[in-house]
Nanobody
């Protein structure tokens, strides 16, 4: 069983930066996808950025050129957020997907609040 714990959220002014970190415990299959989603009040959870075990990345259009996702071996994933905007305010969730051929298993962290003031 994979458990995820996020840290690094907080309150920041528009234009500022934050770095989120997610630590995974337990065994993670080598073929996996790690990343971040967010959910703002009254909105659906949306993808922010992902990074595969191969190193390839994917970003939401709204965060391209401002956010950078990275990972450390197989156990920790980061999200560097620069030039933050009030629209980035949300609860940010760490996510891990293990991929076993046609089968996939999803794990979620408890979330960390990011608030960007104008």
């Amino acid at each position: 069983q994979v458990q995820l714990v996020e840290s690094g959220g907080g309150l920041v002014q528009a234009g500022g930066s934050l770095r989120l970190s997610c630590a995974a415990s337990g065994s993670i299959f080598s073929n996996n996808l790690m990343g971040w989603y967010r959910q703002a009040p009254g909105k659906q959870r949306e993808l922010v950025a992902t990074i595969r075990s191969t190193g390839s990345t994917n970003y939401a259009d709204s965060v391209k050129e401002r956010f950078t996702v990275s990972r450390n071996a197989r156990k920790r994933v980061y999200l560097q957020m620069n030039s933050l905007k009030p629209d980035d305010t949300a609860v940010y969730y760490c996510h891990v997907k293990e991929i076993y051929g046609m089968r996939e298993y999803d794990y979620w962290g408890q979330g960390t609040q990011v608030t960007v003031s104008s």
